[in-house]
């Protein structure tokens, strides 16, 4: 996976950072709180694709401000010299791309006077202007009303000599409104944002008129500030669509809003944090991690704190299967990582988020039940009866620990391949330079369970039966029988 490492010093509020973020094709989405320097980042991020850090001034920096991006080993310096200019110490590094800033950073309304004017004397008129491409109509007409015929009017200059005549950089777009024309600057935020970015994503992705060998950078900040909620989900699966589609295609998001960070995997998930001026970043975190908004309105009777996703499995499982959800409201969420939980459990504790009638629980995995500071381990806790499923499965298959169950697994769920076939391929694939660790193990096994149709879900969900049938999870039970049951 390509990497692109950032260092910001003295810009606005950030006095040092040095953050790596992926720079591989998929959506990757920047959180925190307000303040925490989420737009410096993302104007930074933007130097990469055009002269963004022009747009900062005297009082955003300082004489020994800089930013330096580093990506396959090239490294590039941009630095403030005392003309007042940026300059590169390093490679050149610049990609294709789009950078859709904030309200304070947009060029939105710098554009706007120009051709407001032209309207207005006459110079642009139906006949410098065209339909616009139907595919760029639609798509917009779906994402910010759910039709396709919205925006028919749609339309934008000729051509670019009809645009140099008119003195004009770009060729904006147009609607037609009670017989007068309106700019894309004049219309709503959301309208303007969503035709400059469907404008590049078109031209560029879709119709390729860049080389496919080559990234496309996409950054859009605070996307929640121009866009309804419902538009914000159908922009994102429209996103989503194309990246799949385009192995090219990088996005960079930046956002607080719920509804962008539900529709994200946690690994592709940053949260800035900023401690006077000293930033850093927290990966792999779990949507309810990040905004807190775990339930709608509604505060369960108990909430259980999970590690990851399999762990809620696991602990749904059993709640199932001795009936411990009966006359009771039980909410089970996976939230990344033990420190964060336990970070959470706390803050959720301290703060009586949920009022003083639901009662937290951090369940945690087996193997670090030793980890836990004194404070830490005031919270109500419990331990799995496994270190992690990942582990497990690796002792249990990897290293045939328990031969039995190793039997039971083996011929209860890999009827195709045997699991001495497929521990074969994976130590090939370490001698070939793989990583021989427990998740690397793991999804070489879920990649043969899915090959021959087996959900992951299931998987784990029929694991949950054979490991209480075949490891001693009687603690485990009780001591969870005695906080749920009356």
């Not at 904006?172 to 303007?192: A, K, T």
């Not at 749904?316 to 009936?323: P, R, V």
């Not at 075949?470 to 039970?477: A, R």
Request: proline share 3%; hydrophobic share 40%; net charge neutral.
């Amino acid at each position: 996976m390509d990497t692109l490492n950032i260092k910001i010093n003295n810009i606005k509020n950030i006095v040092s950072a040095d953050i790596e973020f992926p720079f591989d094709n998929g959506i990757y989405t920047i959180v925190g709180s307000n303040g925490c320097g989420k737009s410096t980042i993302m104007l930074c991020l933007a130097q990469l694709i055009s002269h963004q850090l022009d747009r900062l001034t005297n009082s955003d920096i300082k004489n020994d401000s800089f930013v330096e991006f580093e990506i396959s080993g090239n490294k590039a310096k941009w630095v403030h010299n005392r003309f007042g200019r940026w300059t590169n110490k390093g490679s050149y590094l610049k990609f294709n791309g789009l950078y859709e800033g904030s309200l304070f950073y947009g060029t939105r309304f710098e554009d706007s006077t120009n051709i407001e004017q032209k309207i207005a004397s006459g110079q642009i008129t139906e006949q410098e202007i065209v339909d616009a491409d139907d595919y760029i109509k639609k798509q917009m007409s779906y994402i910010l009303h759910g039709d396709l015929t919205h925006y028919t009017s749609l339309k934008r200059i000729k051509n670019k000599y009809v645009a140099q005549q008119l003195a004009i950089k770009n060729r904006p777009y147009f609607i037609n409104v009670d017989g007068r024309l309106v700019s894309q600057y004049r219309m709503s935020s959301g309208e303007c944002l969503l035709v400059s970015l469907l404008h590049f994503l078109y031209n560029s992705i879709v119709r390729r008129s860049l080389p496919e060998d080559q990234k496309v950078f996409v950054l859009i900040d605070e996307l929640e500030l121009a866009l309804h909620p419902i538009a914000v989900l159908r922009l994102m699966d429209f996103l989503k669509d194309l990246v799949k589609e385009h192995s090219n295609l990088v996005v960079y998001l930046s956002t607080h809003s719920p509804e962008v960070i539900r529709t994200i995997p946690p690994i592709d998930l940053f949260k800035i944090n900023n401690s006077e001026g000293i930033v850093s970043v927290e990966t792999n975190c779990y949507p309810s991690y990040l905004i807190r908004d775990l339930y709608s309105n509604v505060s369960p009777d108990f909430l259980l704190l999970v590690e990851d996703e399999l762990a809620q499995i696991v602990v749904n499982k059993i709640l199932s299967k001795y009936s411990l959800r009966t006359t009771k409201l039980i909410h089970c969420v996976p939230v990344g990582g033990w420190q964060n939980v336990l970070t959470l459990h706390r803050e959720l504790y301290s703060k009586k988020v949920l009022g003083t009638n639901t009662t937290i629980v951090s369940i945690l995995d087996g193997d670090i039940a030793g980890n836990l500071n004194k404070e830490q381990k005031k919270l109500t806790h419990l331990f799995l009866p496994i270190p992690s499923v990942e582990k497990f499965l690796y002792n249990v298959i990897k290293e045939n620990k328990n031969p039995k169950l190793r039997r039971i697994i083996n011929d209860k769920y890999f009827i195709v391949q045997s699991l001495d076939e497929i521990i074969s391929q994976y130590n090939k694939g370490t001698l070939d330079g793989g990583s021989d660790n427990n998740k690397n193990f793991y999804k070489k096994l879920i990649f043969e369970l899915t090959s021959i149709g087996t959900k992951e879900a299931v998987f784990i969900s029929g694991l949950c039966d054979d490991i209480i049938e075949n490891i001693d999870v009687s603690k485990f039970i009780e001591s969870i029988k005695k906080l749920l049951l009356p």
